[in-house]
């Protein structure tokens, strides 16, 4: 496949020890012929593929920077493409001049992603293992990062190809007694091939039901830390933080807006949200922030409800309880270290409550061993065993292949032509190969790609 030769800056902008600046296309080599000169003094297209040469850049006669270039010569390659990456010294400047250089050689500028795309149009990458790039390269934790290199060895493109596999195996059979009528072949589909549908729908069950957790593992939990004012939500969160992140004080109203962090509670993400107190108040800017975290109520994935321990249940305390109560909800008692006064009977819609002391870092691990095991049901220890998605893009089309799997179903069972098998195995093959890209839109492709950090 022929495309112009691009270049882009793949390292972040900035001042750092190395800067490179990467170039993929069949005039790689010519454009580097023209800028770099080897300390070896050998040719350009002499060089060893997945050699590193060092020697320097020039514009004209004048020497720009000492660099270390590395040659990959096409079809072994990240793009299946003649590949250069120069290494210079980072910073700003001499990595832009070295682009504009190397644009002013011919080549074009990179856009978003596309160096990937190119691995995919040329056969490197299947979709799901381009998109798994973009997920190692925003992943949060260990344990996203591990869902992603799977992806990236190829374990979802093998598993869709043996999906159609099976549907094939289906398909062969229903074309020809469509084809063929003249063979005499009985139009009841054999049991075996109703197996493969039935093996089909399972498995993609499967893959369907592992997207929430997946999806958790990927994108974090949006925790909102809810409560009254001054019963030590700032507190909590500082001390899951183990930093002092937000402002504590005996001031009722302290936090008028959110604050949010990311924390990692054995490999999942929480985007932990602290927010305003929940009261009624006259101050028009808490009130602002009061109403905000209402509204990050409805948006959480998870409720963490601090109450304090050493003062009684209050009217705003119920009227919190009553709003949340249809939420994800882990009930929190702080303030242990002080004498207790509460009594939540009234609240025996919460059936999970931990005792702590957010400001003695007094069983915050008990804490974290609850969100987790709360959140996932301890049934993610081994996802880096078991195939697990985490994009919406995916659970969609097995969405639609199961939806056309369980048509053929009815079909069958009202007895109905075999045509109208025929139209649904080839909905749920298309869909199927919706998932790897191997039918793919335009539109899905720039969506995808555009996605990506330019010099990727």
Known sequence: MMFDTIAAISTPRGEGGIGIVRISGSDSFTILEKIFKPKS????????????????????????????????????????????????????????RILEIVLEKGAQIAEPGEFTRRAFLNGRL??????????????KTEKSISLSLNQLRGDLKDKIHKLKKLLLDVAAHVNVVLDYPEEGIDDPIPKNLIENLHKVVDEINDLISS?????????GI??????????????LLNSVLREERAIVTKVAGTTRDTIEEIV????????????????????????IGVQKSKSLIKEADLVLFVLDSSRELSKEDIEIYETITNSKVIGILNKIDK???????????IKEWIEISALEKIGIENLEDEIYNYVISGEIEDSSEKLTITNIRHKSALEKTKQSIDNIFETIDMGYPM??????LNDAIDSLSEVTGEISSEDLLDHVFSNFCVGK
């Open 41 to 96: 003094k050998k040719s350009i297209s002499s060089l060893k593929s997945y050699s590193i040469n060092y020697g320097h850049i020039y514009d004209g006669e004048k020497i720009i920077d000492e660099v270390l270039v590395s040659i990959m010569k096409a079809p072994s390659t990240y793009t299946k493409e003649d590949i250069v990456e120069i290494n210079c010294h980072g910073g700003y400047v001499i990595t832009q």
């Open 126 to 139: 299947d979709l799901t293992q381009a998109e798994s790039v973009m997920d190692i390269i925003h992943g």
């Open 211 to 219: 997207y929430d957790k997946g999806k958790m593992i990927k994108e």
């Open 222 to 235: 949006k925790t909102a830390i809810v409560g009254k004012p001054n019963v030590g939500k700032s507190s």
């Open 264 to 287: 990692n509670i054995k490999g999942i993400p929480l985007i932990m949200i602290d927010t305003a107190g929940i009261r009624d108040t006259e101050d028009e800017v808490e009130n």
């Open 339 to 349: 004498d207790k006064k509460l009594d939540i009977s009234r609240l025996s819609k």
């Open 419 to 424: 045509d109208l098998i025929a139209v649904d």
